[in-house]
């Protein structure tokens, strides 16, 4: 199960409407071994595409050194799905490098940048297995 507050919650759906019609990615970090999701990361799609999502390399390297020197981990590994569902395609479950992580995706398919909900879920993805969990919001 996932544990997120409100805060942390918003933030990603802010990040997803406001790259939409392209794919938002980012990251939450956390201290090591807690499975905390404390400290939000927006990173930059270097894809630009509305379909495909990828980190920049030398932000992430730069974010991983960082996380490194913190004794921080990659709790929350989200993106965004501007025109299906919140549930990771086969790229994304190939490109899953954390086994720990917990990956949220966020579909803007229904309003796009526009007020309006989302869809929110979240899942391990752990040798190419992909389980969805639930997604429990604090206050």
Known sequence: MLKLDREIRDAIVAHAKR???DEACG??????G???????????NAAG??????FDSTELLRLYREMDDNDEEPVVVYHSHTATEAYPSRTDTDLAQEPNAH??????REHGNSAGPVE???YRIVDG??????VT???
């Open 27 to 32: 990251i939450v970090a956390g201290p090591e």
């Open 34 to 44: 807690s499975d905390t999701a404390a400290r939000l990361v927006e990173m930059v």
């Open 120 to 122: 929110f879920r979240s």
């Open 103 to 108: 990956y949220v995706l966020v579909s803007t």
């Open 19 to 21: 790259d939409h019609p």
């Open 49 to 54: 595409s509305p379909t495909f999502y990828e």
């Open 129 to 134: 297995v992909v389980t969805e969990e639930d």
């Open 137 to 139: 919001i604090q206050e």
